[in-house]
């Protein structure tokens, strides 16, 4: 009798914030997930969530996504008795930064998995109140018997790539909380392009023409960068990748603090930024493209690297004999046409108009 009462009471609470995460979702088409994390719903104690992966689907606007399902259960599920409360559709990444390749599911949600048989999918179950959308993601591992275990535990633990047993802590202030106090949203703009291209240059344009409206920026420029946090990295494309991973979990923690951030590195390759891309929520990851022709960049070859290249003296340098893989589907294209390229403040007008149009610029 009691757990009839949880289990309706369960039903009632997850049904009522998927229905106010729908909402809110079509008003800011933000994913599911996301919207559950931001709105704190929480998932009851005693639920299973299990998340699987549905389709492998690409397409030309999410060429490197797959589409997801949770569903949340009322309670401990059993082999083909499960009838899951809420079933969401989610489209995420087939490569999570931080977690490397998410290993794929083989369940269907009428064959769900129980605790024993955890690793068919990411099934785990959630007893702890702190528990929340975004942690089924982050727990995704392919280590699932750590995270579904023996049952229930007060504190679920997690696993991040090397570090096992780890709880996720949440506090009651958060990102809605910074950005009221600072009147702006935290957001990333990630400014690519061949070196000589005009980033660095863009980077600063846009975080004075900020800070002349009185918002919060803070540049991660990829040279600058290379000086402190990332000089055990070389240019060698494991490096680059693990540069670009980095300065991204960088990124979306200075974003989440309810900063502009403004990343400026080369980035070469599409996969590495489609990964930073999906550590935030939809839209507040903004790619601008600065789209310079080789011959331009490297006429203008401010630290003589493209003559060093030339004469033998670099190898590996990117768009001579290393590759520059042009985004797909950035926000912002800033292309130089025929002898013409505008002055790095108009460029930078052009990312802070589109800030404004967004509401990026008020909390
Ligand atoms: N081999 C090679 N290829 C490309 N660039 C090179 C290389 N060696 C040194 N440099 C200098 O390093 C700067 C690029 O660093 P990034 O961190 O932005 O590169 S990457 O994103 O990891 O590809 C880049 O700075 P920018 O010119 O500002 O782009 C160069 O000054
Ligand atoms: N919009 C622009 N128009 C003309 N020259 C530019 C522009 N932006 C940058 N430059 C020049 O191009 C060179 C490379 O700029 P930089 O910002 O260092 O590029 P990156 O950071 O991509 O290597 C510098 O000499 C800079 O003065």
Redesign the pocket.
């Known amino acids: 009798m009691e757990n009839t009462n949880l289990n309706r009471k369960n039903e009632e609470h997850m049904v009522s914030i998927a229905n106010k995460s729908r909402n809110s979702c079509k008003a800011h088409s933000q994913s599911l997930s996301y919207c559950l994390r931001k709105s704190k719903s929480r998932i009851p104690g005693g639920c299973t969530v299990i998340v699987y992966e549905t389709t492998s689907a690409t397409s030309s606007d999410r060429p490197f996504s797959t589409l997801f399902s949770i569903s949340v259960f009322s309670e401990m599920v059993t082999l083909q008795s499960a009838r899951p409360l809420v079933r969401m559709y989610e489209y995420r990444p087939l490569i999570s930064p931080s977690l490397g390749r998410l290993k794929p599911a083989n369940v269907a949600v009428n064959n769900a998995i129980g605790p024993e048989r955890s690793c068919g999918g990411w099934g785990f179950c959630c007893d702890a109140v702190t528990t929340s959308f975004l942690q089924p993601f982050k727990a995704a591992t392919s280590n699932c018997s750590a995270i579904h275990g023996k049952g229930c535990h007060d504190y679920e633990t997690s696993s991040g790539g090397k570090s096992t047993n780890i709880v996720w802590h949440d506090c009651p202030i958060g990102k809605p909380q910074r950005e009221k106090l600072i009147q702006q949203k935290g957001c990333v703009i990630w400014i690519t392009?061949?070196?000589?291209?005009?980033?660095?240059?863009?980077?600063?344009a846009l975080s004075q023409g900020l800070h002349s409206r009185r918002k919060l920026t803070y540049i991660l420029?990829g040279?600058n960068i290379r000086h402190g946090l990332n000089s055990d990295l070389s240019f060698e494309s494991e490096d680059r990748a693990e540069n670009i991973r980095r300065i991204g979990e960088v990124a979306s923690l200075f974003a989440d603090a309810g900063i502009i951030c403004i990343a400026?590195l080369?980035s070469p390759f599409r996969k590495d930024r489609d990964a930073c891309r999906a550590l935030l929520a939809e839209g507040d990851f903004i790619e601008v493209f600065?789209d310079v022709p080789l011959n331009i960049?490297e006429a203008?070859d401010?630290?003589g690297l493209y003559k060093l290249c030339r004469a033998g003296k670099i190898q590996g340098f990117t768009g001579i004999d290393d590759p520059y893989e042009e985004p797909l589907n950035s926000e912002i294209v800033l292309q130089y046409k025929e002898g013409m390229?505008?002055?790095?403040i108009d460029?930078a007008e052009r990312v802070i108009s589109y800030l404004e149009e967004r509401g990026y610029l008020q909390a």
């Open positions: 392009g061949l070196s000589g291209s005009g980033k660095s240059t863009l980077a600063c420029d040279d400026s080369i600065l960049c203008r401010p630290k390229c505008s002055s790095a460029m």
